[in-house]
């Protein structure tokens, strides 16, 4: 069973999937991620309205036995929480492209989309 | 060099995930921990923990020399008895817990993974050293150890023996042939249900043998369990891990084991533990529930108002409560049940109560999920 990749999303080399909805970008765990993960447990989402540097960590997700951090694939300002994850962390193994999104961070500089990955660049490294 | 259990490729055949564990390339999940943990608990799981180590005790005085080096009066435990017990260095601490098994002439004892070394040579030093004419002998190499634990445990091992295994008693043990294996039954677990604990040998026996629990169990759903779901399974029962409750070294009386010595006999370590006993101001395994969403994990600091007085030793999700539990040493000031702490977790305070163990009682399996 292999791990669905969405052709129109860029990821990072992290496992983070980002869709661009012009000058936002919502962000969440590739579907690969949560099922090496296996059962997710606990998210511990980002403060709303924080500033964070590409790279940061933007949150932890948790499975009964590993504490995972996701990074931010961009930098900006953080604009919304999913905060349905807070009682229902299990939404990301159910569906990590859609229901089970983390943040949406306003892009600060649309040049550093350039260094996601693109679908095909993402299912070579998983 | 990491050990890997005679079972490897039949783990890999079926789709486990591994981890390593005090050497050994163990199961860490086939599936979901979760759905293990809730498969044990609501009817039946097959655990294969050969990680665990196999010693056995020999020599007319076999019997003194467990007394000698455990916090059990051996005297007590008669043929076909399985019991739990500690063994400690001179000053107390422990050096690992273990079940034994007395077997007719000899004794069979189930040290924790990657302690066989350590308390063979431990066991062999102190028969020299004190005359005991006994000996132990390292053979972790030749057993399998199975467990098959929860409700539907004894349902599913019976089909495969015509002994009537409700004359194995809990804490008891005997050789039983199993799908034509012979091997040791102990009516022991770790996961605080019906459970039994088989030891086989030769290894080569085993793989045969797993399929056919497999295959016994499958009207009860049973389901192949990892160390993951072992782990949250203790953990939820106030079950200690030796490698993280006796980390840098606690005695059995701050490790809440003081029911398992057996004071009216001579052992190693007794002396400085009726000291701390009569001091009675050491720190204590405590455990917390968590009364605030997070999972405190191993290193979490334990605070009250602000001071540290504590360090949470094993900590997780409990899957059946879906709240976060945790295991940790405590000053006695602050283990009253209900006592409100905090577990610091990422530098963040998540409250916590202090709770008599076990987390998770056969009351609450009873009305949650209707076992019996």
């Not at chain 1, 569906?95 to 993402?122: C, M, T």
């Not at chain 2, 076909?80 to 004794?107: A, C, N, P, W």
């Not at chain 2, 490790?255 to 006999?265: E, F, M, P, S, Y």
Request: aromatic share 8%; hydrophobic share 35%; with cysteine.
């Amino acid at each position: 069973m292999s791990a669905e990749v969405k052709e129109d999303l860029k990821y990072t080399d992290t496992h983070e999937w980002v869709r661009i909805k012009g000058d936002l970008a919502q962000i969440g765990i590739t579907d690969h991620a949560q099922s090496e993960l296996t059962d997710i447990v606990f998210v511990e989402l980002p403060n709303m309205g924080k500033e964070i540097k590409k790279g940061e960590e933007l949150c932890v997700v948790e499975s009964v036995k590993s504490v995972s951090e996701i990074y931010a694939p961009v930098s900006g300002r953080i604009t919304n929480v999913n905060k349905k994850l807070e009682e229902t962390p299990e939404v990301i193994n159910e569906s990590p492209y859609e229901e089970g999104w983390i943040a949406e961070i306003e892009i600060k500089d649309k040049s550093e989309l350039d260094s996601l990955l693109d679908a095909e660049a993402y299912k070579r490294i998983i | 060099m990491v050990l890997k259990s005679p079972l490897h490729k039949v783990h890999e055949k079926i789709g486990a995930k591994f981890t390593e564990f005090a050497g050994h390339m163990m199961p860490l999940y086939y599936k979901s921990i979760k759905e293990e943990h809730l498969t044990v608990r609501k009817s039946v799981g097959l655990f294969d923990v050969s990680h665990m180590s196999n010693l056995w005790i020999t020599g007319k005085e076999a019997e003194k020399l467990i007394s000698f080096t455990t916090v059990e009066d051996a005297s007590r435990i008669k043929d076909g008895m399985s019991q739990y017990t500690v063994i400690l260095r001179e000053d107390g601490t422990v050096i690992d817990d273990t079940i034994f098994m007395h077997l007719g002439d000899k004794y069979m004892m189930i040290p924790n993974a990657g302690m066989n070394k350590i308390v063979n040579e431990w066991l062999n030093e102190q028969a020299e050293k004190h005359d005991i004419c006994a000996s132990a002998e390292d053979v972790s190499r030749d057993y399998v150890i199975l467990a098959v634990q929860g409700p539907k445990s004894r349902d599913t091992l019976q089909k495969l023996t015509n002994v009537d295994l409700k004359t194995v008693g809990f804490f008891q043990c005997r050789y039983i042939d199993i799908a034509g294996v012979n091997c040791i039954i102990s009516h022991t677990g770790y996961t605080g249900e019906l459970g039994f604990e088989l030891q086989v040998s030769p290894t080569a026996l085993a793989e045969d043998l797993f399929y056919k629990i497999l295959d016994a169990g499958e009207e009860y759903g049973i389901q192949p369990i990892g160390l993951g779901a072992r782990d949250t399974l203790r953990l939820e029962k106030g079950f200690i891990l030796a490698g993280n409750e006796f980390e840098g070294g606690r005695t059995p009386l701050e490790a809440t084991l003081g029911w398992t010595i057996n004071w009216d006999h001579e052992f190693i370590g007794k002396k400085p533990l009726l000291r701390q006993k009569e001091k009675g101001d050491y720190e204590r395994l405590t455990c917390l529930l968590c009364i605030d969403r997070g999972i405190p994990r191993h290193g979490c600091e334990i605070q009250k108002n602000g001071v540290k007085i504590g360090r949470v030793t094993s900590g997780t999700l409990s899957p059946c409560l879906n709240k976060g539990i945790a295991m940790g040493y405590c000053q006695p000031d602050y283990r009253e049940k209900d006592t409100v702490l905090d577990i610091i977790i990422r530098g963040k305070p998540v409250k916590a109560k202090v709770v008599k163990p076990p987390f998770v009682s056969k009351d609450w399996l009873k009305t949650k999920l209707g076992n019996i």
